[in-house]
């Protein structure tokens, strides 16, 4: 039913009647638009995260909770996928249907809702290495994140093409923009001693904004226990992020930025998960306390996520719990990026979205029209289909086209492939050949890999399966270093050994010392009987949909164990949302119609793949596999997400 009678006028009625003279406004304890008063009640939809179809179902089930405002990220790995390759929507990379943040931010406004813009470079948002590109891996002693002319050299190219589109957008030129923020969490690079948060690149940052036209209010977030350090006092407004005890950090935003507007930049509505967790749930009752608390102060809020959406692809992110660069403290994100906020991954409607419009009708004084709340999205669970089809990795290994002949290891960013700009995502395959390998043979790995590898001898696998959080602390995986496996009783006159190694994500958080991120095996040599090798043939594989549709030689499985690809071509008269169920494989990833859905994991907590309706189209429709040790023979269906957790989630259904 609608929610405020039409009566009522629409936000931009409200808000520009009369025409438009100025735009948000920070220089009093509450926030102005075009010289009105203004609360801001906002939520994040990232719109590469969601399927391009559905981004005006995701912004009017937003506006109709009765928000007025969208926040979302700009990731620039994925807007410049190579050194001075633009794709905002019409560019041609794998990305291409989720990039165009134009057509976003015009569906926002024809939603009648404003945004807040966060265009990096860095998003942190648990996204693949924090949003930034891993071309700049291969500049060296580069410092991100800083005022280093090589890192600022790069940022001022990505922003001299990206804020002309956004500064078209403003809400003072007619667009639904209200606010930017100029970097992201800056003050948690602190570390007491070693480094102090660049106020140099803060303000080039902000410099570059004003003379690509950007005029909207600027902005930072930061906890608030850190002060100013991460911030521009008097240039910018700082924000606050938070899940709990408002007041707490509302009173201290008010000690160094005292008659200025109070705002939650991220006010946490759930939380993400990573791989060999449990999933995360975020009590409801807590939720709806500290939401009502921060709109009873009064202050102004933007929830973090408001659909958390897929990190589709190989883009899901990845933290580094204890402080060190050397990887042995690195946690994958999931696929998911479900969050447990007010919508669900899939769209559904939770109990916090019914708290969130009982709580914005209470207590925002501003009456406007608000839509009916949309009809949710349909899903169905398809029948399961049999493998039909196989590719074994010696077979695919065939069918890569670069191959690069070195002495020494190095890691998939240092390629010389993708027009000098090195591999940034997917897998690296090591290959080296011996002559006389005796029985009872060992390799070992020096340094931790970065971050698991799969070893095979003759396309036979040999290392263990990947079945419980346990397998980690064991050879293959980022938890051991200088580890070693043994490779069977078998004596071998001549003998192919493949180390395949996967970049599980880059970490997207932490401090800077952590962001020099290879992936592969650099950190030291390969041993065979303690003997180091050396003339190595490095293979990409990178799962780029040009490549993957050029597959032939498909046949009948042979084996369900070791590295291979699995296909089978589904039928479907009318595509619908789905879940791939992955409870019976073990490891690898999925992919669709020649684009990557998603990581699966037998150790959880994500047990299913979100599949939108839009990636499937009518009549056949490609699903393959990449499983990593023990495949199954079948594709299963599902209608509903399945995770490790001891609480189920509580849906609400309108």
Known sequence: MSLITSELPTLYEHYTAGGIHTGLNSDKPYFTLNDKNISIYSGAIHYFRVPKEYWRDRLRKLRAAGLNTVETYVPWNLHEPQPDTFDF????????HLLDVREFLTIAKEEDLFAIVRPGPYICSEWEFGGLPSW??????????????????????????LLPILAMLQFTRGGPIIAFQVENEYASTYLPG???????????????MIDHGIKEQLMTSDAAMYGTIGSLPGLVLQTANFAGNPENEFSQLKTFQPARPIMAMEYWTGWFDHWSEQHHLRN????????????RYPASVNMYMFIGGTSFGFMNGANLDNGLSDNSGYQPDTTSYDYDPPLAENGDYTIKY???????????????????????VPRVAYNSHLIQGQLTLDEIIDRIPHRVFTKQLKPMEQLPINNMSGQSYGYVIYRHRLFHLPS??????????????????????????????SDLDAFGFWKVANSTLELGSN???????????????????????????????????????????????ILPLEFKKSWTKSLTGWHVPSKYTGPALFKTD????????????????????????????????????????????????KGWNKILIFEHYRAADKVSFTDQPVFKTRTSKKKVIE
């Open 89 to 96: 929507g019409q560019g041609g990379s794998d990305w291409e």
């Open 136 to 161: 700049l891996l291969r500049e060296p002693n580069i410092r991100f994140r800083t005022s280093d002319g090589t890192f600022m050299k790069y940022v001022s190219r990505y922003f001299s093409v």
């Open 194 to 208: 070693i480094f102090l948060p660049d106020k140099k690149y803060l303000r080039q940052l902000r410099q570059l």
């Open 284 to 295: 409801d009752s807590d939720f709806r306390d500290n939401l009502e608390r921060i709109l």
């Open 354 to 376: 019914v708290m969130v419009k009982e709580l914005l009708k209470k207590y925002n004084p501003i009456g406007t029209r608000l839509p009916q709340t949309p009809h949710l």
């Open 440 to 469: 009872y043979s060992h390799v070992r790995i020096n340094g931790r890999v970065c971050d698991t590898v799969v070893v095979t001898l003759n396309d036979q696998l040999m290392s263990r399966p990947l079945d419980t959080a």
């Open 491 to 537: 004596l071998y006159s001549y003998s192919v050994l493949d180390l395949m190694v996967e970049n599980w994500g880059r970490v997207g958080y932490g401090k800077l010392s952590q962001f020099n991120q290879f992936k592969g095996i650099w950190q030291g040599g390969v041993y065979v009987n303690n003997e180091q090798l050396q003339d190595w043939e």
């Open 570 to 617: 589904i039928f479907i008269e009318n595509p619908q949302d789905t879940y791939l169920d992955m409870q019976n494989w073990c490891k690898g990833i999925v992919i669709v119609n020649n684009f990557v859905l998603g990581r699966y994991s037998k150790i959880g907590p994500q047990q299913t793949l979100y599949l939108p309706g839009p990636f499937l189209r």
